[in-house]
């Protein structure tokens, strides 16, 4: 069993930062794929950054040049550093990790989310 938890949302003025952690923790072989999703209210889920094992990063057209993804594999954590915040940020914002397990399982696991409010 493989938990994800995310921390560093809250309420932000437009044009600030927040930075968002998420660690990872059980039984795990290892982990590939690392990312970030965000959902809006009434709004499908989308891809906002993912980073490979190796440090590859891909980011959506929308927050390029504003949000960092790193993550430390020593610490089964991953980050997302965004800046030049907008209120079209807002949302809910859910770490995401591809990965194997003991035996060659290989799931996709997910944190419960934290919310990021953009908004003076």
């Known amino acids: 069993q493989v938990q994800l938890v995310e921390s560093g949302g809250g309420l932000v003025q437009p044009g600030g930062s927040l930075r968002l952690s998420c660690a990872a923790s059980?039984?795990?072989?290892?982990?590939?794929?690392m990312g970030w999703h965000r959902q809006a209210p009434g709004k499908q889920r989308e891809l906002v950054a993912l980073?490979?094992?190796?440090?590859?990063?891909n980011y959506a057209d929308s927050v390029k040049g504003r949000f960092t993804i790193s993550r430390d594999n020593a610490k089964n954590t991953v980050y997302l550093q965004m800046n030049s915040l907008k209120p079209e940020d807002t949302a809910v914002y859910y770490c995401?990790?591809?990965?194997?397990?003991?035996?060659?399982?290989?799931?996709?696991?997910w944190g419960q989310g934290t919310q990021v409010i953009v908004s003076s």
């Open positions: 995401n990790a591809d990965l194997l397990r003991p035996s060659w399982v290989r799931t996709s696991s």
């Open positions: 059980g039984a795990i072989f290892r982990i590939d794929n």
């Open positions: 980073i490979s094992s190796g440090g590859f990063t």
